[in-house]
């Protein structure tokens, strides 16, 4: 392509905004406190839990959509909204209006990022395709590492910078994406399934909900309870609509596909250690060592740096070798790193000793096996599904990172102490490591993806 370069900064950029409003504003959540201090904690928690509830339930509405109308049109409609969102959240003039900005916001970001893979992989040949999942898994490796300390700096001078910093680089690259971006679309064949569509988002955001709320609310209040019921009554009838409707929301022979149903799996369950990985740290480091917020990011950040650093050979790595050993040795590595935070940290600061090396090889970990993942959920699929693939998998990620979420709030919320922590600690261990296993329980090839793309 003429434009290949610019089009691949505008995908690169585009994912790069969406993943760092997932951990930059998680720096700005003190100051919100102070902005309002009217409001309870569950009040200001809607911040951060509309926005995951919102971007997990349209991830699989919007890649579907992406797949059949143009992945240029959905990439470039979610960076607007989410550019606009973005102004909105940061001129809000109360805690209400924030909230309603941050679901437009993931309203953006869930349009974005399963077309964002499937406008990437067509601009490399196949046999270069592991770089490319290795490249687009080191943009959220590089948001995870700047994010907490961008987002330190940035409240320094005011909480709306957080969401301000968005809006120069989501209009340059709308307005380059315009003039570069090819427009990529399966030819649909059958009409839209659109109670399909909205009988899984309403699914996936009561199932999300339940597992952000179920601390705060009570896991058996008659509110959780109620959603986990309509989560699991939705699920049944997605099946059940999956195998009567001639164009479903998820087509059961994409899960089918060798590898992508364990994929799956394998995201949900090492996004859980990763989520509570994030959380639990950024909780010690402040709470129990009395960090600042910007101190506490900037010591976060190596292990996200060899992360990024590590995605794209892991990508290559995958695309020889298969996802299944190399996603296993980071699941193994991710694990390790875990269980060195949970025998290593005491109350007594010793950041070079134990949150540092413990932070650099689970990160390492995470480098290897992010990019595995993502081949092991996409790559068996054919081109015209790459964003309902990315979808998918994007939403057991979002389930996987309420789920650590959720965990580390139970835990610490019962006994708040250094051992509570090894506890989350170990937790973020176990998931890793059953993340790799999923992985490495992978075998057969590509063969059905080609009954996939005659259908």
């Known amino acids: 392509m003429r434009h290949r370069g610019l089009s691949l900064a505008v995908i690169l950029v585009g994912v790069f905004v969406c993943s760092l409003d997932l951990f930059i504003v998680n720096i700005a959540f003190p100051n919100l406190a102070i902005e309002w201090p009217s409001s309870s904690l569950s009040d200001l928690s809607w911040v951060l839990s509309a926005y995951a509830i919102t971007f997990a339930a349209l991830l699989m509405p919007a890649g579907w959509w992406a797949d059949r109308y143009g992945r240029k049109r959905a990439f470039l409609a979610g960076l607007l909204l989410f550019t606009v969102a973005s102004a909105a959240c940061a001129l809000a003039p109360s805690l209400l209006v924030l909230v309603v900005s941050r679901i437009l916001q993931a309203a953006g970001g869930a349009l974005m990022l399963p077309s964002s893979l499937g406008l990437l992989l067509p601009l490399f040949t196949p046999a270069r395709r592991g770089a490319a999942v290795g490249l687009w898994s080191a943009m959220a490796g590089a948001a995870a590492a700047f994010g907490p300390p961008i987002g330190g700096v940035l409240v320094q001078i005011g909480w709306r910078w957080v969401f ?17 971006l090819p427009e990529i679309r399966e030819k649909a064949r059958t009409a839209p399934d659109v109670l399909g569509a909205l009988v899984l988002a309403t699914t996936v955001a009561a199932t999300v909900a339940a597992i952000v709320q179920g601390e705060s609310w009570g896991w058996t209040s008659p509110r959780v309870v109620g959603l986990f019921t309509v989560g699991v009554l939705g699920v049944g009838f997605s099946g059940w609509r999956a195998r009567r409707h001639p164009a479903p929301i998820i087509e059961p022979a994409l899960l089918r596909v060798p590898g992508v149903a364990l994929g799956n799996l394998a995201t949900m369950l090492f996004f859980g250690g990763f989520g509570a990985m994030v959380l639990a740290t950024t909780l010690f480091l402040t709470g ?58 005491t109350a007594t600061p010793q950041y070079a000793a134990t949150v540092l090396p413990a932070g650099l090889i689970a990160g390492i970990g995470s480098g290897l096996v992010m990019p595995s993942l993502s081949a092991a959920a996409t790559l068996p699929l054919p081109p015209e599904r790459f964003a309902t693939g990315t979808a998918l998998s994007s939403m057991c990620r979002q389930v996987g990172l309420a789920l650590g979420v959720a965990v580390v709030v139970a835990v610490l919320g019962v006994r708040p102490d250094v051992g509570a922590f090894h506890t989350t600690w170990l937790f973020m261990a176990g998931c890793g490591l059953a993340g790799g296993v999923a992985l490495l329980a992978i075998r057969g090839g590509r063969g059905r993806s080609q009954h996939l793309s005659n259908t």
């Open 164 to 180: 301000l910093v968005n809006l120069p680089i989501g209009v340059a690259a709308i307005l380059i994406g315009l003039r570069t």
């Open 288 to 345: 129990v060592w009395q960090h600042s917020v910007l101190r506490a990011g900037l010591e976060i950040a190596p292990g996200p740096i060899m992360a990024a650093f590590f995605a794209v050979p892991g990508g290559l790595l995958s695309a020889r070798y298969g996802p299944r050993l190399v996603g296993f040795t980071g699941g193994v590595l991710f694990a390790a790193g875990g269980v060195w935070w949970a025998l290593a940290t």
